[in-house]
């Protein structure tokens, strides 16, 4: 069977990482892979993360199964995080899931399995993986209209023109905060028109939250969600730790289901659970215990946020100097856009072979689309690609 299989196409990230190792370049700058770094460029384990860590080492007892839904105690304080108390506990079913990724997978498999007609609306442009594992599952797919390459911002009008044309019961996929791979982000007066348009077309938004925290603060960041929340009936949520505790390879996640009918919750829970059973049956359990634990203990709980507070203020200043920089050699505010954006990434809106050609001569890695990794920037690597920039004439 195996002569079979189909070449299984590159991930075009996952590549770029291995391209970027093999470069034996000193001064080589990796903006590509999703990974937040500090300003030597590593990505340490968070203090929260290594308290916790030890804690646990010392009082764990067992490492017997948990359930399989995971804990419902991280159900509980990932449910407080996300949506606070816009919605009472008995509208919310969840799974731990093995990072976000597995939760946007349960997420598209259930939608696949209760109505295969449905068809996923996602962003142009979006993280690769939305349409690689809708496309996997054979789900259809539409694009709708998000990033103005032009303006660096999102082109609303043409977002919600394309939305109107959905088709009731259609589900849209959106992403939470520091949308993935622009860094533009809806305003809360645009959620507030975007649930309009989601109301009236019997939309369903499924929303894909992995960088809370990353972009304007925890409740800043998840003000778009509560307000969906609060006003659409039906809201699929899938959310990642990976980022914001960075414990990316400990896979932790969660997907939601939100109902207003609290009838809805037990049949939920029951379906979440058993989607979990069919696919990996018990999910990891140590990322979301670590999680618990720092979001119900106090002490650890502000270690956490301030930690977290410092890395978003970095990217900020990243944005911020980078911006600076660039309005300073080219004498306009062009770029202005990437002071404005928010989260890891900004799409600078080079050709691919303007990436490809900062890549060569001077070794600056980032994704063929020109997303741009901010938190792996300092002073000098500002300097470095500003000097890019302009020569290859972006
Ligand atoms: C938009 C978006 N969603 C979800 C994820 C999932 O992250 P993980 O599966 O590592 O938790 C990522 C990771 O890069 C992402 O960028």
């Not at 990505?43 to 010392?58: D, G, Q, Y």
């Not at 959106?174 to 949308?179: A, E, K």
Request: with cysteine; glycine share 8%; charged share 25%.
């Amino acid at each position: 069977m195996f002569e079979k299989l189909f070449s299984a196409p590159d991930d075009k990230i996952i590549k770029l990482m291995h391209t970027f190792s093999a470069d034996p370049r000193a001064d080589k700058i990796d903006l590509g892979v999703g990974v937040y770094k500090n300003k030597n460029g590593s990505t340490p384990i968070m203090h929260s993360v290594k308290k916790a860590e030890n804690l646990l080492w010392e009082e764990q007892s067992t490492k017997s199964y948990v359930g399989l839904a995971g804990d419902f105690e991280f159900h509980d304080v990932m449910r407080d995080l996300i949506l606070k108390n816009c919605v009472g506990e008995d509208c919310v079913a969840a799974a731990a899931t093995p990072g976000g990724t597995g939760a946007i997978r349960q997420a598209l498999e259930l939608i696949k399995n209760t109505d295969p007609s449905t068809t996923v609306w996602i962003s142009s442009p979006t993280w690769p993986n939305h349409p690689s594992i809708i496309g996997y599952l054979g789900i259809k797919q539409k694009e709708y209209r998000y990033f103005d390459y032009k303006t660096g911002c999102v082109e609303f009008e043409n977002m919600l023109e394309d939305l109107s044309s959905a088709k009731r019961g259609d589900v849209v996929l959106l992403h939470g905060c520091c949308h993935n791979p622009t860094g533009a982000n809806l305003k809360l007066d645009q959620w507030a028109r975007l649930t309009e348009i989601l109301l009236d077309g019997g939309l369903i938004p499924f929303i894909d939250i992995a960088y809370q925290g990353f972009g304007d603060g925890l409740d800043e960041d998840a003000a778009g969600v509560r307000y969906l929340v609060m006003n659409i009936p039906e809201v699929i949520i899938a959310s990642s730790c990976s980022k914001n505790f960075g414990i990316y390879r400990e896979r932790t996640g969660i997907l939601m289901l939100v109902s207003h009918n609290k009838g809805d919750k037990i049949k939920n829970q029951k379906m979440l659970t058993y989607l979990n059973r069919q696919n990996y049956s018990f999910p990891p359990d140590h990322g979301a215990r670590l999680v618990t634990m720092i979001l119900k203990d106090p002490e650890l709980r502000t270690s956490w946020e301030v930690e977290l507070k410092s890395i978003q203020v970095g990217m900020l200043q990243n944005r911020e100097s980078l911006a600076l920089e660039l309005c300073k050699q080219i004498g306009s505010d062009r770029f202005g856009f990437l002071a404005e954006h928010r989260g890891m990434f900004s799409l600078l809106g080079a050709t691919e072979m303007q990436v490809d050609e900062m890549r060569n001569k001077y070794g600056i890695y980032m994704v063929s689309d020109s997303r741009m990794n901010i938190a792996a920037l300092n002073l000098k690597a500002i300097h470095k690609l500003t000097e890019a920039i302009i020569a290859v004439k972006v």
